[in-house]
């Protein structure tokens, strides 16, 4: 059974949308990967209650609404949120900015995997460089590590932030057994 959702009731948004939203803030996705067949597996999270015409018919109306947007690459399309998607999902979330940071990988070269964290707070960004290797979701490759700050930086497809705060480092493969209890404990 799912949990009810923590949220502020400021906008018009139903909880199987929210959740929609929860996976589209910071990233596109296609239209298989919000499917609810795949949803809890894809996303790490409870599913929505959306059957595929159901999710269509939202996803069509977030786009006539300008709340969300549709890339196209390679014959995909994704969805992704606008800035007035992401106002709504704001305003319903409250996200504390100030405590951000996101990973990701990047594989430039064969046998070769680069970390990015990006972060609000040189803080944030180095925390969670040092607990993802003390809970293994990163294994330190060694080589250089990159830190930079970028200025008037876009995160996800609709997010401007003032400062953004940058780590590359070679990992030397993708995490496999992650401490999450601790991981959980930890994190700000």
């Known amino acids: 059974m799912r949990k009810p959702l923590q949220r502020t009731r400021a906008t018009y948004l139903t909880d ?53 947007t549709v890339k196209n690459h390679n014959g995909d399309s994704s969805y992704w949120m606008t800035e007035s998607g992401g106002q709504e999902w704001e305003a319903e979330r409250l996200p504390v900015w100030d405590r951000f940071a996101r990973n990701s990988y990047t594989f430039p070269a064969r046998g070769k995997t680069v970390l990015t964290i990006y972060a609000t707070s040189e803080n944030n960004r180095d925390g969670l460089w040092h607990l993802g290797r003390q809970v ?21 497809s609709w997010k401007r932030f003032q400062d953004v705060y940058r780590l590359d480092a070679g990992v030397s493969q993708l995490p496999m057994l992650i401490d999450w209890q601790t991981y959980e404990e930890r994190r700000t």
């Open 16 to 68: 199987d949308e929210l959740i929609l939203f929860d996976c589209l803030w910071s990233a596109g996705a296609g239209f298989s990967l919000l499917r609810r067949e795949f949803f809890a597996d894809e996303w790490n999270r409870d599913s929505h209650n959306l059957d595929d015409d159901q999710l269509r018919d939202t996803l069509h109306r977030f786009l006539l609404s300008g709340l969300l």
């Open 136 to 156: 293994g979701m990163f294994k330190y490759a060694g080589g250089p590590i990159s830190v930079t700050t970028l200025h008037d930086f876009q995160l996800g």
